[in-house]
């Protein structure tokens, strides 16, 4: 929690707290955040074995470009959520840090997708970024779990269906 002039700055005025509960977009992010988690773990076994063996590229890739998909459905709708939380689609102070780093696991994944479809690298080095995107999406989604665990702590008898899910 940021300290402003000797006290903690609360993760939700009550104001916001009460637009992230009544949002829908608060159930959409719920949803497709472990969506997210799980087409990652497969994603992520596609890749390794693919990498261990030299087989099943094609599913690796698919299964990578289905990742980034959802990724960006995440961050879309997070940013349409945070916009009707609290005012603005991104980079609010609430989530500041965790939109910065985002922003790495976005151009991580687009990468991805631009090397695929322009052959810039080989089908090991596309798995090599893959990997470095999926290293960055699971710090990011450690740092929107840690903010889901303080807006709980912070209001337990509040819903919080996970507006801060991993995006």
């Known amino acids: 929690m940021r300290q402003?002039?000797?006290?903690?700055r609360a993760l939700y005025t009550s104001e916001e707290r009460h637009r992230r509960d009544a949002s829908p977009w608060t159930l959409v992010q719920g949803v497709?955040?472990?969506?997210?988690?799980?087409?990652?773990?497969?994603?992520?076994?596609?890749?390794?074995?693919?990498?261990?063996?030299?087989?099943?590229?094609?599913?690796?890739?698919?299964?990578?470009?289905v990742k980034t998909l959802v990724l960006y459905a995440i961050m879309v709708t997070g940013s349409i959520w945070e916009k009707a939380v609290f005012g603005r689609y991104l980079f609010a102070p609430a989530?500041?840090?965790?939109?910065?780093f985002s922003m790495l696991v976005?151009?991580?994944?687009?990468?991805?997708?631009?090397?695929?479809?322009?052959?810039?690298?080989?089908?090991?080095?596309?798995?090599?970024?893959?990997?470095?995107a999926y290293a960055t999406y699971l710090i990011n989604?450690?740092?929107?779990l840690l903010k889901l665990r303080a807006a709980r702590l912070e209001a337990p008898t509040s819903l919080t269906l996970a507006g801060e899910g991993a995006r």
């Open 95 to 100: 989530f500041y840090w965790e939109d910065v």
């Open 4 to 8: 402003r002039q000797g006290r903690q």
């Open 141 to 144: 989604a450690g740092q929107f």
């Open 106 to 132: 976005l151009a991580l994944h687009t990468a991805y997708l631009i090397a695929l479809a322009t052959h810039l690298l080989d089908t090991s080095g596309l798995l090599v970024l893959a990997l470095a």
């Open 32 to 65: 497709l955040a472990p969506l997210q988690f799980l087409v990652f773990l497969i994603s992520l076994v596609l890749v390794l074995r693919t990498l261990a063996t030299g087989e099943g590229a094609e599913a690796a890739h698919a299964s990578i470009v």
